[in-house]
């Protein structure tokens, strides 16, 4: 047992000849938003796969919320899935659904849900995600930045304990970043699930992360508050710190 709600024990992950994650080893606690972090190609994402099993480690332990996943088949790993959902990239909505059908979908699924509370819960997630406007449409019709809104609404349909985010403020403009961001925010504020944002905004991220995880050349290189993270002294650290404070800046004189 542990009592973390996600933990890696010492995970290994390669693909063919690249070690991806050597000895990986971190937890998320309940209740806790986990910011993730790192370099383009570092296993961002291939540790959110692993923690739903749609990876499985070479070697090591993936524990979630107590139960080990490391070895789950596709069916022990269906109750997980439904209480730690993942908003992937580019939303994955139904095309042919509207806006409502497409949050009201997980709870329809569930089955057990009368059909007053199903539509009284997705009128409140369309107004919390703010894209109540939008309820009659089709995911063709909104933008990217507004069918991720959509997406989280429809990953909160569920009710789940956790949420995964993998990149929930890239491909769009810095003002809808900046909008999404401040959703990620207000749920967090609103109802403390423990989440994971897998993001490359540092300042998204400052604002989020009761913990950061910095993966670096296949390892863990950081792994605490971002105070400490702000404070550290290692080299690639104060690299990726810097280069971050250089964007801004150059924003400025481009
Ligand atoms: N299914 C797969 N088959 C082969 N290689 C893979 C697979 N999934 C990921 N990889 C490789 O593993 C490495 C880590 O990938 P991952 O997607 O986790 O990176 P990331 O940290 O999320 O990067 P980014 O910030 O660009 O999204 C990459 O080199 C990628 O090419
Ligand atoms: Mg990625």
Redesign the pocket.
Known sequence: MSEHFIEFRGVWKS??T?D?LRDVSFHMDRGETTVIM??????????L?LILGF?KADAGRVIVDGQDVTEMTEEQLNPIRRRVTMVFQAGALFDSLTIEENVAFPMKALGNVKRDDVDQRVAELLEMLEVTPFAERLPSELSTGTKRAVAIARALAQNPDAILY??PTTMVDPLMAAHTGGLILKLKEAFHKTSVV?T?DTHLAKRLADKLIF?HEGEVGFFGTWDEFEKSKEPFLRNFRLQDELIPALDVTG
């Not at 790192?38 to 540790?47: A, C, F, I, L, T």
């Open positions: 693909f063919d690249q991806v790192g370099r383009s190609g570092v296993g961002k994402s291939v540790s796969k990876l993998d990149e897998v490359h993966l």
